[in-house]
């Protein structure tokens, strides 16, 4: 079946590097997405990755993918105050292409 | 450019009631997803509607039924309310299949009592 977790909490200092990581199950996923929701928001589309590719970088942030291990990683760089929100990995498949499966989110905590 | 608009934001309904949330997609759009997140978890997909026609439906029972009309706007309808539809309905539009492409509403919070 299709599934994807993450860690329910991470805590980083003002200007450190954050790093969120996820598992999934399904090894016929296509695209995985990070989305983040700051609260009374919807979600928005950080970045995303094909999964033909190991490594995306956009700006501050760094998407790597190892499929071998179906493990996706979002590395934040410099970390502020205003990145403070809860960060969903999620995926599509070739079997289910018009839904997007989400984990439980990481909630980021950024601390002075 | 108004992405999308979901009404109510806020809703609070009795258990056995029938509840009909609203959703409207950015311009452009033509397809619309809807979602379920309940606190604490991440979104769940209810089902998605192109062309006035249910496409794709998650793990949802038929309590949940939608409808989509001709200008690509979307209802959602929950039917024999439970204590455990209380959630956030988050309304998604997008171009045909573009999962890329996918703009979130900023969702109609349902309390259930």
């Known amino acids: 079946g299709e599934d994807v977790e993450q860690s329910l909490f991470l805590s980083v200092r003002e200007g450190d590097s954050s790093v969120i990581n996820c598992t999934y199950t399904d090894s016929s996923s296509t695209y995985l997405y990070w989305y983040k929701q700051e609260p009374g928001a919807g979600l928005q589309l950080l970045t995303y990755?094909?999964?033909?590719?190991d490594m995306k970088q956009d700006q501050r942030l760094t998407v790597l993918l190892n499929k071998k291990d179906k493990h996706l990683s979002l590395r934040i760089a410099d970390t502020q105050t205003g990145d403070s929100a809860i960060y969903f990995c999620?995926?599509?498949?070739?079997?289910?292409?018009?839904?997007?499966?989400f984990g439980s989110g990481t909630r980021l905590s950024i601390r002075p | 450019d108004a992405g999308v608009t979901q009404s109510p934001t806020h809703l609070i309904k009795t258990r056995g009631q029938q509840v009909t949330l609203r959703c409207s997609p950015k311009s452009g759009h033509d397809t619309v997803s809807w979602y379920q997140q309940a606190l604490g978890q991440g979104p769940q997909f209810i089902f998605q509607?192109?062309?006035?026609?249910?496409?794709q439906r998650g793990n949802f029972p038929d309590r949940f039924s939608g409808h989509q009309f001709p200008n690509y706007s979307s209802e959602l309808n929950v039917n024999a309310l439970l204590l455990g539809d209380s959630a956030l309905y988050l309304c998604?539009?997008?171009?045909?299949?573009?999962?890329?492409?996918?703009?979130f509403g900023s969702g109609t919070r349902l309390t259930v009592v």
């Open positions: 998604a539009s997008s171009q045909d299949r573009a999962v890329i492409g996918y703009t």
């Open positions: 990755i094909f999964s033909n590719m």
């Open positions: 509607y192109y062309e006035e026609e249910e496409r």
């Open positions: 999620a995926e599509t498949s070739y079997s289910s292409a018009s839904k997007i499966i």
